[in-house]
């Protein structure tokens, strides 16, 4: 009797641990741990100007994690990373996207973010954003320095672009304040101004194609040119790491030569509390399913699983590095 009571006991005690299993697995589930699956919900996608890269990615983001998860996502235009970052600490967004050099200064708390370090972190490096310096052939400019009193567009207020147009500047000896007249357009004022010549020239940093870049170069032709700006690289690499040399294909807007320019990387971020879950399913589909988004835009065909957990010094969220299988 004594040994039957004993086995009846070890098998309630079995029943006890895998139903105790059971309701972890359960918890764990609808916290979107390790299964990499989202818990359903609303989530908003920080972008960019209408005519750029990340506002036509974001929305093929969206459309790709409302038709493979839980999730119902949506793409909001906004001013680029500078504003991204802000207002997805803020709560406001969700997911945003950025340059690396804008999030290495937010997570460091410099920089546009002086003295206030945010709590973010990426889901993944994505694709790199081309330096598009365009200007008028008959502005009389022929590298950043000569930008010296032009109207120039540094792009929209708080985005990327206008941190590395001023950055820029400040590498070629000006001041971005009082040595230009400093425009800060989004992408279809800019057009517009280069087009009717109330600008001279644009900084605008993004991937290739930029539909805005190629409508003014389809229409002006030879009255637009781009400008190598490696030379002014060195000096931005004393700022940020992250910046690189690459090159403008002569296929991206139809030129005659390719040209030389300064590369950095795109990250997609989120705030450092966002559903492990959720991160995970959203990282898998970005390197699972970059056909469909190269299907949107030709920029997501850069996006790679060996790439993708390079966001240094931004921290890889812990549900980003399980879908990509890399160590805490």
């Known amino acids: 009797m004594n040994r039957l009571l004993a086995g009846l006991t070890a098998v309630a ?52 994690i409302s038709n493979n998860t839980a999730l119902r996502a949506t793409a909001a235009e906004t001013g680029a990373s500078v504003q991204n970052i802000q207002q997805l600490s803020a709560g406001t967004y969700d997911v945003a996207f950025s ?6 200064d937010a997570v460091a ?6 003295g206030q370090a945010q709590h973010i972190q990426a889901l993944a490096r994505i694709y790199p954003n081309s330096t598009q310096v365009l200007v008028r052939t ?16 540094t792009g929209s ?9 001023n950055r820029l500047l400040e590498a070629a000896g000006l001041d971005p304040a009082a040595d230009i007249q400093a425009q800060r357009l989004d992408l279809a004022k800019t057009a517009d101004g ?6 001279d020239g644009l900084v605008w940093s993004g991937g290739l194609p930029t539909a805005q870049l190629t ?27 992250v910046y690189d040399s690459g090159v403008i294909p002569a296929a991206a807007y139809g030129q005659p030569a390719d ?50 957990s390079r966001t240094a010094p931004v921290p890889l969220h812990p549900g980003a590095r399980q879908a990509l299988g890399v160590g805490g």
């Open 215 to 241: 409508d003014i170069v389809t229409s002006m032709r030879d009255r637009v040119k781009f400008l190598d700006v490696t030379p002014l690289l060195p000096k931005l690499k004393r700022v940020n790491e």
């Open 157 to 165: 207020p708080k985005s990327g672009t206008e941190v590395i147009a």
């Open 109 to 114: 708390g410099k920089g546009s973010f002086d």
């Open 259 to 308: 040209v030389p320019t300064i590369v950095v990387p795109n990250l997609l971020l989120v705030r450092e509390d966002f559903p492990v879950g959720s991160a995970c399913a959203i990282t898998r589909l970005l390197v699972d399913h970059k056909a469909e988004l190269a299907s949107v835009h030709p920029a997501a065909k850069d996006i790679s699983r060996e790439l993708a």
């Open 13 to 64: 005690l079995a029943l006890t641990a895998v139903a105790g299993c059971g309701g972890k697995q359960r918890t764990e589930q609808a916290a979107g741990g390790p299964e990499c699956t989202a818990a359903a919900g609303r989530i908003t996608i920080a972008t960019g100007n209408s005519g750029g890269v990340y506002y036509v990615l974001g929305g093929g983001l969206a459309q790709l």
């Open 99 to 104: 340059l690396a050099d804008t999030a290495a």
């Open 194 to 199: 280069i087009k009717a010549g109330t600008l």
């Open 138 to 153: 008959d502005s009389g400019i022929d590298s950043v320095a000569d930008m010296r009193g032009k109207r120039i567009s």
